[in-house]
């Protein structure tokens, strides 16, 4: 039976990835092949492994905010959750899920439950590495599917009103938008005339990953601010008149 192993030089950031029936001989190979990288340190190639030579080391939770999670001895992939706490489905997050449940449902060390879970000290999945890279920017692992998902939720073809500031007024101006844009920066200033860089754009009619009231949150381009923005509704107006109208 062929394992896969990391192989790690202590005193650096160099490693090698190997797949071999023993760690013993995994090192014969590695070493033949890249002996001047001194690579002294084998051992299975787990997800803990995985995220600790390839994200900070020990410190991989700090470097993966939003991202993955602990939950004792699972790793959860956030942006792979179907339904937000309130309910709401996501449609990136959705995608995700059924994403890795195509290529993982047969590995009995995942875990499909709104989430997808990893046990930490499991052999990692195939592509983990890549799965975890492409999460880290937030959006979907495949853009075909999410299109599919999209379409199935009634995304793609609908139009909605949203609201913002009036940069001169101050008061909000209600205008009509693709939900197909919402959450896209660029798109949303495009599609929605007045809207500015520096002002948060409300939707006004619920759609698949927005309530009502909620903001896109697209001007927070980075995944920190994103993830601020979001847990405390930075931009959002739950209380304004015109969501109830």
């Known amino acids: 039976m062929t394992n896969q192993w990391i192989l790690t030089n202590p005193d650096t950031d160099d490693y090698v990835e190997a797949d071999a029936p023993t760690a013993a001989l995994a090192v014969g190979a590695v070493r033949r092949k890249y002996a001047r990288y001194d690579l002294t340190d084998v051992r299975e190639r787990t997800v803990r492994a995985v995220l600790e030579v390839s994200h ?13 999670h ?32 195509g290529i993982w449902a047969t590995n009995p060390n995942v875990r499909f439950d709104n989430t997808v ?4 000290d499991a052999p990692a999945p195939e592509r983990f590495d890549e799965v975890i890279d492409a999460l880290s920017w937030h959006g979907p692992i495949d853009d075909e599917l999410h299109h599919q998902v999209r379409v199935e939720l009634g995304v793609e073809d609908r139009t909605v009103r949203v609201a913002y500031r009036d940069s001169d007024s101050g008061g909000w101006r209600i205008a009509m938008c693709p939900a197909r844009v919402l959450g896209v920066h660029d798109a ?9 860089p520096d002002h948060d754009l409300v939707v006004v009619d619920q759609v698949s990953g927005f309530p009502a009231g909620c903001a896109t949150w697209s001007r927070h381009d980075d995944a920190e601010s994103d993830e601020y923005a979001r847990a405390e509704h930075l931009g959002c107006a739950h209380d304004v008149m015109f969501l109830t109208d």
């Open 70 to 101: 602990r939950d004792g001895d699972w790793l959860v992939l956030d942006g792979a959750t179907a339904l937000s706490l309130d309910g709401v489905v996501q449609p990136e997050g959705l995608t995700n899920y059924r994403y890795l449940r």
């Open 188 to 196: 949303e200033l495009a599609a929605v005339p007045g809207l500015t």
């Open 56 to 68: 900070g080391g020990h410190r991989w939770q700090s470097y993966l905010p939003g991202v993955v």
């Open 117 to 120: 879970s990893v046990l930490l």
